[in-house]
C-alpha cells in the first residue's frame, strides 16, 4: 500500500507520516523551508511545488492533483486546515477517491480501506470500509517522531492558477475567557435582534457575569465573537452559576456548560430540553423575564 500526504505546512508533515503505517511520501506546496521541514520526518520522499511570491497553495491544487494521481496512492493524509483541504478535494477528484474526514485511524487491506472516523461533533464514531482510493482529513496535532536523516526533496515544476494575494490584513478579534468567569449568562436565538443584546448586557452588569452563547450567534448572526461560544465545538465551562436565555438545550451546546454548579433556563417552550438539565426553569418570554430579574437585582 502506498500513502501519500498532501499539505501546505511542512512541519505538519513528521506529525502526519507517524500515523501511517507504512512508508509515506509528502506532497508539500510551500517554501523551501516548508519542504525541509517536510524532509525531516519519516517519508521516503518529499515532492515540492513551490508557489510564486503572492500566489496561495490553493492556487496549485490542481498541480498537486496531477502530481498525487501520477503517483496512484491508495490513501492520501491531507492536513485539515482551509489550504489542506482545498488541495485534498482537487487530489480527490483526480484520484476519484473517497474524502473523510474527522478520520482518527486506518488501515489499508487488500484494496480495502477500514477508515474511524467522527460524525456529528464527535458524538458518534463511524467506521466505514471504502473501496479504491480514499482521501483522509486529519489534524496535525501530536508531538513529531525524533527527526530521521532528510529524506530526499523532488522539485515539480508547476504552474497555479492565476490568484493574487493583493492585501491581508489581521480580523479584530475580542478574546473572552469564559472559563474563568463564575457566572455566564448564555444567550440563544430566543434573542430577537442584536440591539437587544443591551438587555443581556445589563442582567451580565447585575450579576457580574460574562455573556456567553450559542453557535448560532457567534457564527450564524456573529452578534457575538467566536470566543463567546459554548458547547462541543465552542468552549467547555464550570461557572457556579450558568443562565441559559432563549436557548433550546440542544446537546451540541449543553455539552458545553455540564461542568456548572447551578443551571437556571428561562424559555418561552415548556418542553425545550434545556429543562431537562437546568436547576430551575422559568418558562417565559426573556424580554419580559430578563428586564425584570435585573430590576430585581437593583440595576
Ligand atoms: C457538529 C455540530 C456542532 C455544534 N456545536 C455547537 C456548539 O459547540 N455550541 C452550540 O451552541 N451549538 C452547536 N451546534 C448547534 C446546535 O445543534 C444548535 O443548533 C444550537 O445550539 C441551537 O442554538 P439556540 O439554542 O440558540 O437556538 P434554537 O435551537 O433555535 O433555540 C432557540 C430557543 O429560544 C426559545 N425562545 C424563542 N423566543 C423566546 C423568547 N422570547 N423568550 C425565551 N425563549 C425564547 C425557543 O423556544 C427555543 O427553544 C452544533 C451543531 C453541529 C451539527
Known amino acids: 500500500m502506498s500513502t501519500w500526504i498532501v499539505t501546505a505546512n511542512g512541519s505538519a508533515v513528521p506529525v502526519l507520516a507517524a500515523l501511517a503505517a507504512d512508508s509515506v511520501s509528502a506532497l508539500v506546496v510551500g517554501s523551501a523551508q516548508a519542504a525541509q521541514a517536510a524532509a525531516e520526518g519519516p517519508v521516503a520522499e518529499v515532492v515540492w511545488i513551490e508557489p510564486e511570491p503572492n500566489t496561495p497553495p490553493e492556487a496549485y491544487a490542481p498541480a498537486a492533483a496531477k502530481a498525487a494521481a501520477s503517483a496512484a496512492p491508495e490513501v492520501v493524509i491531507a492536513e485539515n486546515t482551509p489550504e489542506g483541504r482545498a488541495l485534498a478535494g482537487a487530489v480527490a477528484v483526480a484520484l476519484g477517491a473517497a474524502v473523510v474526514p474527522g478520520a482518527s485511524a486506518w488501515h489499508t487491506d ?8 467522527a460524525r456529528h461533533g464527535g458524538i458518534v464514531e463511524e467506521v466505514l470500509d471504502v473501496a479504491g482510493p480514499v482521501v483522509v ?18 522539485k515539480v515544476p508547476a504552474q497555479g492558477l492565476a490568484a493574487t494575494v493583493v492585501d491581508e490584513a489581521q480580523a479584530p478579534t475580542e478574546s473572552v475567557d469564559l472559563t ?8 440563544g436565538r ?30 450564524g448572526v456573529t452578534w457575538l465573537s467566536k470566543s463567546r461560544y459554548i458547547g462541543m465545538s465552542g468552549a467547555t465551562i464550570a461557572p457556579t452559576l450558568y443562565l441559559a436565555i432563549g436557548i433550546s438545550g440542544q446537546l451540541q451546546h449543553m455539552a458545553g456548560v455540564r461542568g456548572a454548579k447551578r443551571i437556571v433556563a428561562v424559555n418561552t417552550d415548556d418542553a425545550a430540553p434545556v429543562f431537562a438539565e437546568a436547576d430551575y426553569g422559568i418558562v ?3 424580554y419580559a423575564i430578563v428586564p425584570a430579574i435585573a430590576a430585581a437585582l437593583g440595576t
Open 110 to 117: 487488500d484494496g480495502v480501506t477500514r477508515v474511524e472516523y
Open 190 to 219: 430566543g434573542l430577537k435582534a442584536e440591539a437587544d443584546l443591551a438587555l443581556i448586557e445589563e442582567l451580565a452588569k447585575a450579576l457580574r457575569g460574562e455573556i456567553g452563547c450559542t453557535r448560532p450567534l457567534a457564527e
Open 284 to 286: 417565559g418570554d426573556l
Open 137 to 154: 482529513l486529519r489534524d496535525a496535532v501530536g508531538d513529531p517522531p525524533a527527526p530521521t536523516a532528510a529524506a530526499p526533496i523532488r
Open 180 to 187: 474563568a468567569a463564575k457566572t455566564v449568562i448564555g444567550v
